[in-house]
């Protein structure tokens, strides 16, 4: 298989040839980086947005639109689907990486993170990274620097000027596709914390609606959760049954039941107070090869009409 990086940088020059298409907007940073405006200041949109997504999972994913309703009001929905799970979710697509520099905040997913290879997963895996160039989508409100770009090449092991940097406020078209696009990788990522090992998921299918662009990034943050945890439908097919492939689904947790922006502002935006069982999709079907398909969860449509002011 071709470096994360190598496919994800194809990806990164495709929004770069159609940047006009697209609604994006490039620059290039005094370090060399580049800079790929998805929904900061630019407007992007949901194609901007798919490719994104596609670009989050180093294009090892398959990802699409289709009209659904919430609420019985018709609504796009993202879907994705992938044949390598555990690299393209939990290597790349998860937001792993947090950027807390003295003039930054962000939140980086993609195949940069590999390169780094220090979370948990990558062991798991039995993966990491070498490549001269590196791509890392940053979920921002503030265009990213040069700190940002020297710091992502210091920790990827490359030159500034190899460094491409795609990032979205959660608060634009883009950051509502990302987020809805979320749900395989919330299910696979939720049994790996319940240990199961990540190599055993075979296949991952995932849909959930896109939610409408928020005012703040707060109330934004709280949508793309909620199109997920009460709105996101997810299969999996695995090679090994396990006790722990009937908790996926979000409806596991303490705190199922609560619209999110309620659940972060209940506990002051400190996310180690959440119950990590709330963090999975809605409903949950999951294909044992040989053996017996488990099914959980269910649809929360008013919490999504809530949300998305739908009522």
Aim: negative net charge.
């Amino acid at each position: 298989m071709e470096p994360l990086n190598r496919m994800a940088i194809e990806l990164a020059d495709e929004a770069l040839d159609f940047a006009d298409e697209l609604g994006v907007s490039p620059h290039e940073l005094p370090s060399g980086a580049t800079v790929i405006d998805f929904g900061i200041e630019a407007d992007g949109g949901l194609e901007a947005g798919l490719l994104l997504t596609e670009l989050q999972t180093a294009g090892l994913a398959t990802v699409q639109t289709r009209m659904d309703t919430v609420a019985d009001f018709p609504r796009p929905h993202v879907e994705l689907a992938t044949d390598q799970p555990g690299l393209a979710l939990l290597g790349s697509q998860k937001a792993g990486w947090e950027l807390a520099l003295s003039d930054f905040e962000g939140l980086g997913s993609g195949p940069a993170r590999a390169q780094v290879a220090e979370e948990t997963e990558y062991q798991r895996l039995e993966y990491a990274e070498a490549f001269d160039l590196s791509v890392l989508s940053v979920e921002t409100d503030q265009q990213p620097t040069d700190s940002v770009a020297e710091h992502v090449a210091e920790r990827a092991g490359v030159d500034p000027q190899a460094v491409y940097l795609p990032a979205y406020r959660t608060a634009s078209l883009a950051g509502s596709v990302s987020g809805a696009g979320r749900a395989a990788e919330l299910a696979v990522f939720r049994l790996f914390e319940l240990g199961y090992d990540p190599t055993d998921v075979i296949t991952a299918s995932g849909s959930a609606p896109v939610p409408p662009v928020a005012a703040s990034e707060e109330t934004a943050m709280g949508r793309v959760n909620d199109a997920v945890v009460y709105g996101g439908d997810v299969h999996l097919t695995v090679r090994e049954d396990d006790s722990v492939l009937a908790d996926v689904a979000s409806t596991a947790a303490v705190t199922y039941g609560e619209p999110f922006e309620a659940i972060y502002e209940r506990v002051d935006w400190d996310l180690s107070q959440i119950d990590p069982a709330v963090f999975g999709p809605a409903r949950v079907t999951i294909d044992v090869l040989g053996g017996p398909t488990y099914t959980a969860g269910d649809r929360h449509e008013s919490i999504l009409a809530s949300s998305f002011g739908l009522e």
